[in-house]
T-cell receptor, first 115, second 116 residues
């Protein structure tokens, strides 16, 4: 089946620290991979994505590389800010019989950054 | 600004009553919307795909008579939790994609339902 596993939180860091949030997946076929972010009181927003092996998605200083050999899509940022405090969701997309893409989400990882 | 609006953000209801949650696309027409449910410390689980002008497509294990979905217009889908019970308490989130822009999914802010 299709599933996403990401590290449990919360992840607590000081400002300017290096961030890694691990994400691994199982999937049939060749899914696209995503990171979504949910800031307090807001809906989910797409942070970055990668559509094929070895692709690197990047946005707002965050990066993740689609690693087919390790079935991973770890999220990294070199220097976090307090404003990065949020819940981060790793997800993959699968094509349903209806022709629509369906997103399968991980459990989410809460990041807390202190000044 | 938000392109998908979900209302209400929080609702508390008594066991046995029904609750309606609205999901609106603000800047685009969405022929398809998606309804998710999130249990504490668990993933968002797709419940159903809402199709404008036709019946919703439900995921395996989701009771269609319990969770009624109506997508009567290109900008509005509603999810009604009928005869709610405490085990229906959860966080419900809708999403939609602008088909003309082939944009990523836009998510609403979610609705926290508490059934007492």
């Amino acid at each position: 089946g299709n599933s996403v596993t990401q590290m449990e939180g919360p992840v607590t860091l000081s400002e300017e620290a290096f961030l890694t949030i691990n994400c691994t997946y199982t999937a049939t076929g060749y899914p696209s991979l995503f990171w979504y972010v949910q800031y307090p009181g807001e809906g989910l927003q797409l942070l970055l994505k990668a559509t094929k092996a070895d692709d690197k998605g990047s946005n707002k200083g965050f990066e993740a590389t689609y690693r087919k050999e390790t079935t991973s899509f770890h999220l990294e940022k070199g220097s976090v800010q307090v404003s990065d405090s949020a819940v981060y969701f790793c997800a993959l997309s699968v094509l349903m019989n209806t022709g629509f893409q369906k997103l399968v989400f991980g459990t989410g990882t809460r990041l807390l950054v202190s000044p | 600004g938000a392109v998908v609006s979900q209302h209400p953000s929080r609702v508390i209801c008594k066991s046995g009553t029904s609750v309606k949650i609205e999901c609106r696309s603000l800047d685009f027409q969405a022929t398809t919307m998606f309804w998710y449910r999130q249990f504490p410390k668990q993933s968002l689980m797709l419940m159903a795909t809402s199709n404008e002008g036709s019946k919703a497509t439900y995921e395996q294990g989701v009771e269609k008579d319990k969770f009624l979905i109506n997508h009567a217009s290109l900008t509005l889908s509603t999810l009604t939790v009928t005869s709610a019970h405490p085990e229906d308490s959860s966080f419900y989130i809708c999403s939609a994609r602008d088909p003309l822009l082939n944009s990523p999914l836009h998510f609403g802010n979610g609705t926290r339902l508490t059934v007492t």
